[in-house]
């Protein structure tokens, strides 16, 4: 395989997978349980998701390492595998894909709140990243996907973290933005212009957002991104908002209707597409037939 | 500045060794407890969630301002009695049982103690029993569930249910909130309200306390 950011500098569009939770719930997974145990218990559930995922039309599979951090594991007193819990994860996903994809260790927040507004000093949380992105790099992840994060702080000290560990190793870094009357902050206050700043100088190589958020947002999420970023930009949204309304959490928005507006994404210059809460390999699938679809016409 | 004011400023600024030290001078200056309490700490934080409800400050901001609310609440605590001492009333707050998710649950205690409230928090993973019976040792006005999960709010009914059977319901408001509530889903398990962040919360409590 070429190495993933020559490829983005090449000017491809690659495509990452979909939601890993939302597969986990569907095979049995109980609430309450931590999430990341299933690496110990069933590394072949989680090889399956990854081949569903590479069947689809994946080039870029997560690892289910979202909560592998220390400080996270520790609510399961799980803190003391963290290793074992996050090398699993990056097996599993090697052995299903081989090199047919790249495996992207998903890095998701600590958790806490830092200091001087939480509790927890930086210190600790930046050597609880320093700790996981140690164990996915040492078994080979081809890059590391610090997601879903508010604050700028945690999210500069996850990047640093990588770079601390591996200087070349690519690192994309995307925070969750909710919708205000002011525009699109994350809950933490961060602007999208604020993060394309503070995540590019923290040396991160893809920039973007994920979760919070169904596609039509997401699509102008994306434009304030192509507007106030020069690195590639990465956009993985939710299907829709969850529904609880009959019990089941259902997520609305349909393959279809997301697949459609992965074209408003295209034309933004968005470089990796991909999904997260609620998209599953059939959302993949239909994302997959619409990058083809316009890249074959446009070439 | 009015040294009440000044508090108040040093409050909204969110630092809280000065409002430590200018509670403190305002004190040595003979300024009432009571005007203290309410015309500088609590008159900062009805600012401060003003300006978040309008998105002109975000949690950081608000966090850093109930931090500073406590450093001026620690000065005055050793003075304040009888009435004085009262707070607004207690609220007992938790993250249900099953569910190991507090962020959002810790930032609604800190805003209700920002806003004088004595706020007894059970933590995460709390059974529904936990729930009445620290309601009923406390003399509670509130219960706050908290649940991140679609699986376990289901808890939150339970506990309405309970506070049913022991005729607590209306005496002890019930209030619910995290990522996957919803208005609806509050009426449905006969909670009193759903609250969509911490500042909702506490406009919630105040309501039912007929604080205004």
Do not use: W
């Amino acid at each position: 395989m070429r190495p993933l950011l020559d490829r983005l500098s090449d000017g491809e569009v690659l495509l990452a997978d979909g939601a890993m939770g939302t597969m986990l719930f569907a095979s049995g997974l109980k609430p309450g349980q931590c999430p990341e145990k299933v690496n110990l218990d069933r590394p072949q559930l989680l090889r399956q998701i990854a081949s569903l995922y590479l069947d689809a039309g994946s080039d870029i599979i997560s690892t289910n390492t979202f909560g592998g951090s220390p400080l996270k594991l520790a609510q399961y007193d799980l803190d003391d595998r963290i290793e074992e819990i996050n090398a699993t994860a990056v097996r599993a996903a090697r052995e299903a894909v081989g090199d047919d994809a790249y495996v992207a260790a998903s890095i998701g927040p600590c958790g806490r709140l830092l200091e001087p507004y939480g509790d927890t000093s930086p210190d600790i949380v930046a050597e609880g990243f320093r700790r996981q992105i140690k164990a996915v790099v040492a078994e080979g992840v081809d890059a590391v996907f610090i997601e879903t994060m508010t604050d700028l702080t945690e999210a500069t000290l996850a990047i640093k973290a990588a770079r601390d560990i591996s200087p070349t190793i690519p690192v994309s870094a995307t925070m969750t933005f909710d919708i205000t009357s002011k525009g699109f902050y994350t809950i933490m206050g961060v602007s999208v212009e604020q993060a394309c700043q503070n995540l590019a100088d923290a040396g991160t190589d893809i920039i973007g957002s994920n979760c919070g958020n169904g596609i039509e947002n997401m699509v102008k999420i994306a434009a304030e991104f192509a507007k106030h970023s020069s690195l590639p930009v990465i956009i993985q949204s939710n299907a829709g908002l969850p529904d609880i309304s009959g019990g089941t959490t259902v997520y609305a928005e349909s393959p279809d209707f997301m697949a459609a507006r992965c074209c408003q994404l295209l034309d933004l210059g968005v470089r990796i597409i991909g999904g997260c809460c609620g998209t599953t390999p059939e959302h993949i699938a239909a994302f997959r037939k619409t990058i083809n679809d316009r890249l074959g016409i446009e070439k | 500045m009015d040294i009440l004011e000044n508090i108040s400023q040093s409050l909204q600024n969110g630092e809280p060794d000065t409002v430590a030290e200018l509670t403190g001078k305002a004190l040595d200056d003979g300024v009432p407890v009571k005007e203290l309490l309410h015309k500088g700490l609590l008159s900062g934080m009805e600012v401060v969630g003003e300006r978040f409800k309008a998105h002109e400050i975000f949690l950081p901001d608000v966090l850093l301002a109930a931090k500073a609310m406590y450093a001026g609440m620690e000065v005055l605590k050793p003075l304040m009695v009888g009435e004085e001492a009262a707070t607004s009333g207690t609220v007992v707050i938790g993250t249900v049982q099953g569910d190991l998710h507090d962020i959002g649950k810790n930032l609604v205690g800190i805003m209700l103690r920002g806003a004088g409230f004595n706020v007894v928090d059970l933590g995460k993973d709390v059974p529904p029993e936990r729930f009445i019976e620290e309601a009923q040792r406390t003399g509670a006005r509130v219960i706050g569930m908290s649940a991140l999960l679609t699986t376990t709010m289901p808890v939150m009914g339970l506990v309405v249910n309970l506070a049913r059977e022991r005729g607590l319901l209306g005496k002890v408001k019930i209030i619910v909130g995290g990522a996957p509530l919803s208005d609806e889903y509050a009426q449905q398990i006969g909670a009193d309200a759903y609250c969509f962040d911490g500042m909702n919360a506490v406009d919630c409590v105040k309501g039912f306390l007929g604080i205004n």
